[in-house]
């Protein structure tokens, strides 16, 4: 038998836990369990933990297979923003894969930095293409020839379309699953308004789904900013984010971007329109993406040497249900009291199954659910059959609490909503923890060398990040800004950049970053 941990082991059909063998020696006998602690060796629990059941590596550098417990939780997370942009009156669309290089060429100064990243078709079969076709690493090169065509009048605007897609970006440097992926899911918007203040408005309304995404669903605080001059996509006027941070490695992690291009495409690709008064104006546009990499900050940031932990907000089985038979108790009965349970949980909306295999003992299914970040287990034994109650343990605290069957589903809801929150607030205190106000190089220094997400005031000079890059330039990466909060602390008069010694202007969120 080959058990969730890959290894080889003995079928175990051994009575409850604590009715007979410990904890312990089921480890020992199943192999169950994560071979390496999170605090030991970040990377290698991270991809660890990713093989249950997340992903499978796949025989191509960078490329991941999402398997069904990754895929219900990004269908989640689409069926939400879906929804939600549908009620900003968004339409979905879906364009074409392939780029033609003429098309590709007219972005020139902005994809000149992105060049090598991009993947190209050049033969089919065994003979070269004519021209060689490159495939999207994102899409304004594909669809702004369409948008100059359809926008004529005033009449045409806004033009708000998204599609739903996969991308391809050539990377060289180290391939994390949904971290840094060469190919990834994602959805993209692209809109055009006749007016920057229309476009302004939706750049912060995305972003604040995008902020809802990570905090209400994922349980993933992050911080909501401006990037950088540097930071910002060069194509277009301003980018805002929304930040993630890495407790275990003091890694920032951009978690989606919201930009508004200004008129720089619309001049490109001359998309115009005539406005009321019968003259020709450019339009101005926004485009916006979150993508899978939601997942991997989920997974990095809740996991724990047990395994994944998920959020019930997107997990696809919120809780599930373990019968522990023991002995001469009534087996049967139990088995239908599990399958009554589940029964109730899903005719109240929550996400349950139940876990019925009779080649399995109920120690090593706790292990393989607690490994798969299921956020409630509820057993059924002789005494809670006996009692007419269920036990309920949560997988975030570990807490139990046998709850009467009778309110199972007010119960249950309570609980879920309370691991959710809690998520939350763990991952945000630990995260605050790391939080180190600076105000000099010195203090920076030593800041960033204890993998602090660092808060410093700035002049917001290009020159003088692409400084601090270069004078922190090592093994792990450069330190470079994250995003300057919309919220402000406040910034006394007279404070000085700690990186130039100029007078600071706003302060700034630095560290490494994915
Ligand atoms: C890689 C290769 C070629 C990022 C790339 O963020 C081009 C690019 O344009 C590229 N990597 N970008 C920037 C993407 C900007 C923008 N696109 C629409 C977004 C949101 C969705």
Avoid at 7 to 24: I, M, Q, R
Avoid at 124 to 140: F, H, N, Q, W
Avoid at 141 to 165: A, E, F
Avoid at 475 to 504: I, Y
Wanted: proline share 5%; charged share 30%.
């Amino acid at each position: 038998m080959v058990g969730p941990s890959g290894k080889k082991e003995k079928v175990d059909k051994a009575g409850p836990s604590g009715g007979g063998k410990k904890k312990k020696d089921v480890k020992k006998e199943t192999g169950l369990g994560l071979s390496v602690k999170k605090d030991e060796n970040f990377g290698e629990w991270y991809s660890e933990v990713c093989k249950h059941e997340m992903i499978e590596y796949y025989d191509i550098s960078g490329c991941y297979i999402l398997r069904p417990w990754s895929m219900a939780i990004w269908e989640i997370m689409q069926t939400f923003f879906d929804a939600e942009i549908k009620k900003m009156k968004v339409k979905n669309c879906y364009f074409p894969l392939f780029v033609s290089p003429g098309v590709l060429e007219k972005e020139k100064d902005h994809i000149e930095g992105f060049a090598p990243e991009v993947a190209w078709v050049t033969k089919s079969g065994k003979s070269d293409l004519e021209v060689p076709i490159a495939i999207r690493p994102t899409s304004e090169t594909v669809m702004y020839p369409y948008y100059s065509k359809w926008i004529r009048g005033h009449r045409d605007l806004p033009l708000k379309l998204n599609q739903w897609c996969n991308v391809v970006r050539w990377e060289f440097s180290n391939p994390t699953p949904f971290i840094r992926s060469r190919e990834f899911l994602w959805q993209e918007g692209h809109t055009a308004f006749a007016t920057k203040e229309e476009a302004d408005k939706e750049v912060l309304e995305i972003l604040e789904l995008y902020r809802r995404i990570y905090e209400e669903y994922l349980a993933v605080p992050v911080v909501k900013g401006m990037k950088s001059e540097n930071e910002k996509f060069a194509g277009g006027l301003y980018t805002t984010s929304v930040e993630a941070f890495i407790p275990n490695t003091g890694r920032g992690v951009q978690g989606a971007t919201s930009h508004c291009l200004g008129q720089n495409f619309a001049k490109m690709f001359e998309i115009n329109f005539e406005n009321e008064k019968g003259e020709t104006e450019m339009v101005w546009q926004n485009s916006w993406a979150y993508s899978t990499r939601t997942i991997g900050v989920m997974i990095m940031t809740h996991g724990d040497d047990k395994g994944l932990i998920l959020p019930p907000k997107v997990a696809s089985v919120q809780v599930v249900v373990i019968p522990v038979p023991y002995k001469d108790a009534n087996t049967q009965g139990i088995f239908d009291a599990c399958t009554a349970t589940v029964s109730a949980l899903s005719e109240a909306g929550i996400r349950a199954e139940e876990d019925l295999r009779d080649n399995y003992s109920p120690g090593w299914k706790y292990s393989n659910w607690e490994m798969k970040g299921v956020p409630l287990r509820i057993e059924i034994g002789p005494r809670d059959l006996e009692n007419d109650q269920v036990r309920t343990v949560r997988r975030d605290n570990g807490a139990k609490e046998d709850i009467p069957r009778g309110s199972l589903v007010e119960h249950v809801k309570e609980l879920l909503e309370k691991i959710q929150e809690n998520m939350y607030e763990v991952a945000k205190a630990k995260r605050e923890a790391c939080v180190e106000e600076i105000k000099t190089w010195d203090e920076f220094i030593v800041a960033l060398n204890k993998k602090k997400l660092i808060l410093a005031p700035w002049c917001d000079e290009e020159e003088v990040e692409r400084d601090v890059k270069a004078r922190t330039k090592g093994e792990t990466g450069a330190a470079k800004t994250l995003c300057s909060p919309f919220e402000q602390p406040e910034l006394p008069e007279g404070t000085l950049c700690f990186a130039s010694g100029k007078p600071a202007k706003k302060w700034t969120y630095w560290g490494r970053s994915y």
